[in-house]
């Protein structure tokens, strides 16, 4: 049952598009990040990170991030970090643009 749950946790987080996912409240969407952290952490692959820099790319656009300086600070911060892990992981220039 677990193994299930985390599945499906996964693939919904990799799925699912940049326009549903800004429709989502902010702990769900921290929870999807902090889910594909970890994946990255046990798969290091560019597939992954590509993910997480969608999931950052979410939080940072969410219409509530304002109300919360210290988080959307830190999420910016971590999207350029990721963005410039994924150019140097020799990713296409369409992923390059900085936050």
């Known amino acids: 049952m677990k193994n299930s ?4 946790l996964m693939s919904n987080s990799i799925h699912q598009s940049v326009e549903d996912q800004t429709n989502n409240n902010i702990d769900r969407l921290q929870a999807r990040l902090f889910y594909l952290i ?3 952490s046990v ?3 560019t597939h992954i990170a590509g993910h997480i820099v969608k999931q950052l790319t979410c939080l940072c656009q969410h219409p509530h991030i304002d ?9 910016s ?5 990721w963005r410039s ?8 220039a ?5 936050h």
């Not at 749950?5 to 499906?8: E, R």
């Not at 109300?67 to 999420?75: C, E, F, G, K, S």
């Not at 892990?85 to 296409?92: A, F, K, V």
């Open 5 to 8: 749950f985390w599945s499906s």
């Open 38 to 40: 970890t994946q990255y």
């Open 43 to 45: 798969n290091p692959c």
């Open 67 to 75: 109300l919360m300086p210290a988080q959307h600070y830190i999420y």
């Open 77 to 81: 911060n971590s999207l350029n970090y």
């Open 85 to 92: 892990r994924l150019i140097n992981n020799g990713i296409p």
């Open 94 to 98: 369409d992923k390059r643009e900085l």
